[in-house]
C-alpha cells in the first residue's frame, strides 16, 4: 500500500515503457529522462504501450529501499 503526504510527488511518464524492466531499469530511466532522483520521496508512476498495465516505482514506508509494484487497470 503506498500511502499519500504532502511532500509525496508523483510523476508520470508519458511515453510507453517495456513493462520487462525492472527496478534498476525503471530508475536509470527515471534519472535520464525524468530529471528528479528515483531515491527522493516520489512516486514514479509508468504505463505499458497498451495503457493497460501500470508500474509504480517508490520507496517503502520507512524509506529504506525502493519498490516496484506492477497493477493492471481494470475499468
Do not use: H
Amino acid at each position: 500500500m503506498i500511502s499519500s503526504s504532502a511532500d509525496l510527488k508523483v510523476y508520470l511518464c508519458s511515453d510507453p515503457v517495456d513493462m520487462s524492466k525492472q527496478i534498476d531499469g525503471l530508475a536509470l530511466l527515471v534519472q535520464e529522462a525524468m530529471a528528479p532522483n528515483p531515491f527522493d520521496k516520489a512516486l514514479f508512476v509508468f504505463g505499458n504501450r497498451q495503457r493497460d498495465k501500470v508500474k509504480f516505482l517508490a520507496l517503502d514506508l520507512w524509506g529504506a529501499a525502493p519498490s516496484i509494484t506492477l497493477r493492471p487497470i481494470s475499468g
